[in-house]
């Protein structure tokens, strides 16, 4: 596709329901990354994918977060018992990967609120 | 300590001044080096990546890396109001993590 896309751009989710968020990378790039970014704050690391791999899963904020990745392209990230905490906008990014001079390309972000 | 840590903000520079942003990390096999903008309720856009010691110029924008030191910053010259946004530091490792830091926001005053 032309860019990262993300699903949905808005949810509204009720205190201890679960929420997929869903990424559509660019086609070709084999990272994929997760961040969060509350209101006013900087990027929180997540998750970060190589193919469908997750070297690196150690931002995951608690158990309730999982994420994966198949055919080394739709990535969903999964809250499940989603608290108040967890509202934020969610946002993915990919890129080449392999390629230390590869830049992240962002989506447009999920906004969760969680009420 | 932070992995990667900006000055903090927010920075005010009247139209046409330079604004300088600053950035350290602390992980030395750091790789690369990225500028990223963000304007209130967007995604971030890249704007500037470094790989080697030294300056690199794109327009406006220069950015300067010390990997003895560290540091990495971005210089705006000639600053212009839509320049007013929120400026994101981004380390990547050789792993391929790509780390921010939690940003400088930046005023431009007319």
């Known amino acids: 596709g032309a860019g990262v896309s993300q699903s949905p751009s808005n949810k509204v989710t009720e205190k201890g329901k679960d929420v997929e968020l869903r990424c559509d990378p660019i086609?070709?790039?084999?990272?994929l990354y997760w961040y969060r970014q509350s209101l006013g704050q900087g990027l929180e690391f997540l998750i970060y994918?190589?193919?469908?791999?997750?070297?690196?899963k150690s931002g995951l904020p608690s158990d309730r977060f999982s994420a994966e990745r198949t055919g080394g392209s739709v990535s969903t990230l999964t809250i499940q018992r989603t608290q108040q905490e967890d509202s934020a906008v969610y946002l993915c990014?990919?890129?080449?990967?392999?390629?230390?001079?590869?830049?992240?390309?962002f989506g447009n972000g999920t906004r969760l609120t969680v009420t | 300590q932070k992995e990667v840590e900006q000055n903090s903000g927010p920075l005010s520079v009247p139209e046409g001044a330079i604004a300088s942003l600053n950035c350290t990390y602390s992980?030395?096999?750091?790789?690369?080096f990225f500028w990223y903008r963000q304007y209130s309720g967007k995604s971030p856009e890249l704007i500037m990546s470094?790989?080697?010691?030294g300056d690199k110029e794109d327009g406006r924008f220069t950015a300067q890396l010390n990997k003895a030191s560290q540091y990495v910053s971005l210089l705006i010259r000639d600053s212009q109001p839509s320049d007013s946004a929120t400026y994101l530091c981004?380390?990547?490792?050789?792993?391929?993590?790509?780390?921010f830091g939690d940003g400088t926001t930046l005023t431009v005053k007319p």
């Open positions: 990014a990919s890129s080449k990967g392999g390629q230390y001079n590869s830049p992240l390309h």
């Open positions: 086609s070709g790039h084999t990272a």
């Open positions: 994918f190589q193919g469908n791999s997750a070297p690196d």
């Open positions: 992980d030395r096999v750091s790789q690369s």
């Open positions: 470094i790989y080697s010691n």
């Open positions: 981004a380390v990547r490792t050789n792993a391929g993590k790509s780390t």
